[in-house]
């Protein structure tokens, strides 16, 4: 059987993951939550990792968010366990080290759109739909939709968005700032790889520092959050790639990074 999400590393320490289950539009089998987790702990483990792009198979779906058919055979306490599965394995994903980019190649729905949420960067296909369509379906987001797209596109739009279950085009989203970039479905991984190494030729140490501090301090208040970019600084003081940094400036060369 073939791997629910493939796992891939590119050159310059980018890890590509393909959730691959075209069939069914990339939905969020419980085996596939498993899968995705697997893949998670897997690639956070090497050091190697610089940033990570995660994209659906196929042409028509980024992911279309809970597996419905798997739900509809489940009751209220397998229908709990599975919605904290969801939860847990995206905020799995939003606490890997590195940036991660979602390329958005098809329809985002649903779980399928707070999985794209949860990365630090969404670039989409002109041919994506995104959608929080939960309460169409007489539910609501449940991983982390609710508190994630207010704080990407503000209360009002989030508002909106999640009381309408209204589905976005591409250009829409990128307007209301959902997704940072369109492009054409060819040219999406190019360019997702391209920002991919745009990152990645950046002191590894840096740019893990940046997403925490970014991350921990967002919700803080600013003098909280300034004492978080403190000790985040902090921690790339007594690194070697802060001297190869000076020293490259000085020497009027690009660094050479190793992540020490
Ligand atoms: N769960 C399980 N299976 C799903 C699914 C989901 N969320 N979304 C799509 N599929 C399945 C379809 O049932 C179909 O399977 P079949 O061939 O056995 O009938 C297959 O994936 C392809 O979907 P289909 O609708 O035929 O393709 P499409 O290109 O016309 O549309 C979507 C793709 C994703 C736009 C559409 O299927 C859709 O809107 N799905 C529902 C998404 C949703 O509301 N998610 C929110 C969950 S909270």
């Known amino acids: 059987m073939e791997d629910l999400v493939e796992v891939k590393m590119l050159e310059e320490g980018i890890a590509l993951l393909t959730l691959n289950r075209p069939s069914a539009a990339n939905a969020l089998s419980r085996e596939l939550l498993h899968a995705l987790s697997r893949s998670l702990e897997k690639i ?14 196929g042409t028509k779906a980024f992911c279309a968010g809970a597996d419905l058919k798997e739900r509809a055979g489940m009751n209220e306490t397998d229908t709990v366990k599975t919605v904290a599965l969801i939860g847990k394995t995206i905020s799995a994903l939003e606490e890997l080290p590195v940036p991660v980019i979602a390329a958005i190649n ?14 630090d960067i969404r670039l989409a296909s002109e041919t994506a739909k995104l959608g929080l369509t939960e309460t169409s379906l007489g539910i609501i987001p449940g991983a982390g939709g609710t508190q994630r797209l207010p704080r990407i596109a503000g209360v009002a739009v989030a508002k909106e968005l999640i009381y309408t279950a209204r589905k976005l085009d ?29 990152m990645s030729r950046n002191a590894p140490l840096a740019l893990r520092a940046a997403k925490s501090a970014i991350n921990e301090g967002v919700d803080l208040p600013l003098d909280q959050g300034l004492e978080a970019e403190k000790r985040w600084y902090q921690t790339t003081i007594s690194s070697n790639d802060r001297l190869e ?3 490259a ?12």
């Open 44 to 57: 956070s483990e090497d050091h190697s990792l610089r940033t990570v792009i995660l994209t659906g198979a």
């Open 106 to 119: 098809g329809a985002a729905f649903g779980g399928g759109l707070e999985l794209a949420l949860a990365c």
């Open 170 to 198: 591409a250009r829409t989203a990128q307007e209301l700032k959902i997704v940072s970039g369109v492009f054409s479905p060819e040219q999406l991984l190019p360019e997702a790889k391209q920002l991919a190494r745009e």
């Open 245 to 247: 940094g000076l020293k």
């Open 249 to 260: 400036f000085k020497e009027k060369r690009k660094p050479m990074f190793t992540g020490n």
